[in-house]
């Protein structure tokens, strides 16, 4: 297959040392996430003590909020321009009138403020690249890279939404309005979450890249995962339920047929979607509701077999 010719949108795979910035910020300012992620426990206090307390003070500032995603919108359009610095000598070279029209064109949301959101981005993208990002472990980019470069060559083996499925471990970016491009971006620091933004008729989606720095022979952390996410009575539920289902089902309709908490749910329904054994549809940024993904009994089943086979 050369191209799908019925795609709703067009499907592109990216990488750039400055979209990992963009995602190592990310994972340090949601700090609700600190505990969910692959990273060590104490990576956020180790990252906090080698900071100035100028940024340091700044990045506690921070949240994942509307400003953030204008911010993530400014290096995304920019990311053409080459590397991180390159970027941000772009950004801060920009007339106010130049910046607005390429915000506006871009489909990024539009700020009262947008000189100081310019200068805020300029102080987080440089602060942290001088002091956390450029002496981060080589391997890690290299890696990505990698990735990407694998992710490329499979796009003409599978239709659109089999490769966005496949690459993001169960996505479904459902036709919509306007939507005419998706751009998957392989990252390290915020694993086995994913981060997606909307701007005009792009939809850029961070995924979880399966990049590790570890030195053992054991399975990886997303293959370890998928084991232990299944010894649990009620996701085993879930999933039964959403195999049974004849269309997706949304978080609320899981509850109800769960009998259990909101947030109990909203664990566990985390936990199988981490491992892959759900889908997650999305109207743009917003969360559809799940349905099950059987792809990953086979590959489970192929991570197992793999390991004992290992010499």
């Known amino acids: 297959m050369s191209h799908d010719v019925n795609a709703p949108y067009d499907v592109h795979v990216a990488y750039g040392p400055v979209f990992e910035l963009l ?49 993530y919108g400014f290096v995304c359009m920019l990311s053409d321009q080459g590397g991180i610095e390159e970027v941000v000598d772009r950004l801060e070279s920009q007339t106010l009138p130049e910046l607005k029209q390429q915000v506006s064109a871009y489909g990024i949301p539009l700020s009262d403020d947008m000189e100081n959101l310019r200068k805020l981005a300029l102080q987080l993208l440089s602060g942290w690249n001088e002091e956390y990002f450029r002496h981060m472990d080589t391997r890690i980019l290299s890696d990505l890279k990698l990735e990407a470069e694998r992710r490329k060559r ?11 499925d496949r690459i993001t471990n169960g996505f479904r970016f459902e036709p919509s309005a306007g939507l005419t ?8 620091h915020f694993q086995p979450m994913n981060i997606i933004y909307q701007f005009g008729s792009l939809l850029l989606c961070h995924y979880s890249a399966g990049v590790y720095v ?12 998928m084991i232990r996410c299944l010894g649990e009575k009620s996701r085993l539920k879930i999933l039964k339920y959403l195999y049974q289902s004849q269309s997706p089902r949304t978080f609320i309709e899981i509850v109800r047929h769960l009998k259990l908490s909101k947030g109990i749910t909203h664990d566990h329904i985390f936990k199988l979607r981490a491992a892959g054994f759900i889908h997650a549809h999305f109207d743009g940024e917003t969360l559809l509701g799940y349905s099950a993904r059987l792809a990953a009994v086979d590959e489970m089943h192929g991570s197992i077999l793999g390991y004992m086979e290992r010499r």
């Open 214 to 225: 570890q030195e053992d022979d054991f399975l990886s952390p997303q293959e370890y995962r």
């Open 154 to 164: 499979e796009k003409n083996v599978y239709d659109s939404m089999e490769w966005v």
């Open 23 to 71: 995602s190592s910020l990310h994972t340090f300012i949601c700090r609700k996430a600190y505990k969910k992620t692959d990273l060590s426990s104490g990576w956020a206090e180790q990252v906090r003590g080698t900071l100035s307390p100028s940024l340091s003070a700044l990045l506690e500032s921070m949240e994942i909020n509307t400003d953030w995603k204008v911010i």
């Open 181 to 188: 491009q998706v751009l998957l971006v392989p990252q390290y």
